[in-house]
């Protein structure tokens, strides 16, 4: 009952208003914070907002397909719930809560390794598919075991996070000594040294050694997404971790059309960075992804009411998705393409939160 009156929110600003006024100053900041001046993570924003649509008429969108597949999961929109570290501080049932509402709703989610519950206690309370993202702690034999672990629970694919070998400076937590709730055990004590020695050679032994697709996260350069092609890897995840990690990095929506060029239709192509809205989702499509990825939208409306607070997020944005397709003149996910997109300049000063004009005023 209480989980229901809390998901009551009637739009997206709602949402981010409940989450603020329920996360304590700590949380709010380790959300929407990011590495040293911030700017990678407002030009993710400013480059989504750069792009505006050039809609098309007189299509027959009476009906809008939005459902698709990614690694044998039926995808309800093409919208991918990314790994977020100590997803608990947000909200209680933390990966459990995610995993539950991303089963309920119709989309894959991917776990972090560095969240709570671990894989296998979300497994066990939410049996279904889901990609596993471990943090390197270990050596090879370290990581084996822990894939191995996770096929048998039920993970139906693995992700390296390849844009954290080592951790970054969130100005936001240095100074105001805030460790991250996982971060207080686990790669908490800072041991980054695998993450660090991390190399293609990890990507061929994951492959030649586990039957589990590979996903890897990070990608920002064509070269690297064909040379992770050629090395099998099964989709290709443009991100610069939100901001979260290499400061002044190029947009991860700039960084998609050299990616999906270079990855010429062989695998998935994921992209996150600044996508917050339904018409920010139909951007990256237009621009080349098959998938965006919403970690901040995901920590939000976890915080704004936890397993509810997503399911009716989520509920919020395949309506926008919906929406702003069939008003752009797209019934159907294959009619999205760069010719139906444009550049201008940005309408105001972006930033991590300028996807909710109206915040301070209803
Ligand atoms: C609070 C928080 C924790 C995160 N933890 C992880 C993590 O454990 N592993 C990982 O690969 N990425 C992590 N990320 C990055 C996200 O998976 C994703 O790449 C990023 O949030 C996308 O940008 P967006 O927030 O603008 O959508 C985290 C992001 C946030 C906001």
């Not at 750069?50 to 309800?76: A, Y």
Request: hydrophobic share 45%; with cysteine; charged share 20%.
């Amino acid at each position: 009952m209480l989980e229901q009156e809390k998901a009551e929110f009637r739009s997206l600003t709602e949402m981010v208003q409940r989450a603020r006024h329920r996360l304590a100053r700590g949380e709010w900041d380790y959300l929407v914070g990011a590495a040293d001046t911030e700017a990678s993570l407002r030009r993710n924003r400013a480059a989504v907002e750069s792009w505006v649509f050039k809609p098309r008429i007189l299509n027959d969108v009476s009906t809008v397909q939005v459902e698709s597949e990614l690694l044998g999961s039926p995808m309800r929109i093409p919208v991918i719930l990314p790994p977020i570290g100590s997803v608990q501080a947000f909200d209680a049932g933390g990966g459990t809560s995610v995993a539950r509402a991303a089963q309920d709703f119709g989309i894959l989610q991917i776990l972090s390794s560095a969240c709570s519950p671990d894989y296998e206690a979300v497994a066990q309370g939410v049996p279904g598919p889901r990609i596993y993202q471990l943090y390197l702690v270990g050596d090879n034999a370290w990581m084996d075991d822990h894939i191995e672990r996770a096929i048998a629970a039920g993970y139906t694919g693995f992700c390296l996070t390849a844009d954290t070998q080592v951790y970054s400076r969130r100005e936001r937590d240095v100074l105001k000594g805030y460790v991250p709730m996982s971060g207080r055990t686990a790669t908490a004590a800072g041991d980054f040294s695998h993450q660090a020695s991390m190399t293609w050679d990890t990507i061929a032994h994951v492959k030649a050694k586990h039957d589990i697709p590979l996903v890897v996260k990070g990608v920002m350069h064509g070269d690297d997404a064909k040379r992770c092609v050629d090395a099998g890897v099964d989709v290709i995840y443009v991100s610069n971790h939100g901001g979260r990690q290499l400061d002044h990095t190029l947009a991860c929506i700039d960084a998609l059309p050299e990616v999906s060029a270079a990855v010429a239709g062989r695998v998935p192509v994921v992209v996150d960075g600044g996508f917050m809205r339904g018409a920010d989702v139909v951007k990256g499509l237009c621009l080349g992804a098959d998938f965006v990825g919403m970690g901040r939208f995901e920590g939000l409306a976890m915080a704004a009411g936890g397993y509810a607070g997503l399911m009716q997020g989520l509920k919020i944005l395949e309506q926008e998705i919906r929406i702003n397709m069939a008003l752009l003149g797209a019934p159907d996910l294959e009619s999205l393409n760069p010719s139906l997109m444009q550049r201008a300049q940005p309408l105001a000063e972006s930033g991590v939160l300028s996807a909710f004009p109206l915040l301070e005023d209803y």
